[in-house]
């Protein structure tokens, strides 16, 4: 179905949320923002990206400072993986300056298919569809279908308006994450009117669906790994309460992922 873009942009232009990524076009805090972004919200986000570019204001800042602070100034955000691809990230692009489309982007570390779009359409104006989790779920439900990526990579591409990429790219992840939500939908709120899933939201993928009795955070490697990596970053111990096996366990992972180094029974940042 034709979506009406003028309807669809001047509602985001409207309702906008003041976020800092969006008051800015250099393609290095717009890659902190979205490397931040993954998997996080944006209430968490805001203080750490702030934080971070007060102390890594560029990518020559970043690449060159010693893991240990970068991993210091993430602990808290999750994921500490990601601080190793965006330092991976900045140092490539020190060096060699940045790709100036989404093909090129894709070849830098960590750096996959959706950053790529973001960082290309905000940063370098290209006219590229940036699809996360809330644009998938927005074009889903216009056209009340679901979709495998390419088939969705190519329906977000043709809703492009002409020129309007990095707007129009906006405004659909704010109409995802502020109005057409994962649990509930204000229809009533959405600017596009011809929405098939108007007043009766598609219901999630089956494969997006968490399945029951899925194990709580706390049980999870990931909770102990951040346990560990927030203790060293406190210049703690580690922590305590945790059975041996699991605290094990999540060193050996995070060893593997040069998140943590060992050296007989001493364990610190990289």
């Known amino acids: 179905m034709p979506v009406d873009h003028d309807a669809v942009l001047s509602w985001y232009a409207a309702v906008r949320r003041d976020l800092p ?3 800015t076009r250099d393609p290095y805090r717009i890659l902190v923002s979205e490397v931040m972004l993954q998997q996080t919200q944006v209430v968490r986000v805001v203080p750490y990206y702030e934080a971070f570019l007060d102390r890594f204001p560029d990518e020559q800042a ?7 602070d970068v991993l210091r100034l993430w602990s808290g955000l999750g994921y500490n993986r990601r601080a190793l691809a965006l330092q991976a990230c900045a140092r490539a692009v020190a060096q060699d300056g940045w790709p100036p489309d989404a093909a090129g982007l894709r070849s830098l570390p960590g750096i996959g298919p959706y950053t790529a779009a973001a960082v290309a359409s905000f940063a ?6 940036a699809v ?14 679901h979709r495998t990526a390419r088939p969705l990579d190519a329906r977000a591409q043709e809703l492009l308006p002409a020129g309007r990429a990095a707007d129009w790219n906006q405004a659909m ?6 109005v057409c939500g994962a649990r509930a939908a204000t229809c009533g709120d959405c600017p596009v009117a011809g929405c098939r899933s108007r007043g009766r939201p598609l219901p999630p993928s089956p494969v997006s669906r968490r399945p029951r009795g899925a194990e709580r955070f706390e049980q999870t490697d990931r909770f102990v790994r951040g346990r560990i990596v927030a203790a060293l970053a406190a210049g703690e ?9 699991r605290i094990e366990r999540a060193l050996a992972g995070l060893e593997r992922d040069g998140l943590v180094v060992r050296d007989g029974e001493s364990v610190r940042l990289p």
């Open 237 to 245: 111990p580690l922590p305590p309460g945790i059975a041996a096996e």
């Open 124 to 129: 370098f104006g290209e006219q590229v569809a």
């Open 132 to 145: 996360d989790t809330n644009v998938k779920r927005v074009i889903e439900r216009i056209d009340r279908e």
């Open 62 to 68: 970043l690449g060159s400072a010693p893991t240990a």
């Open 173 to 178: 992840m704010e109409l995802g994450a502020t």
């Open 21 to 23: 990524w969006r008051r």
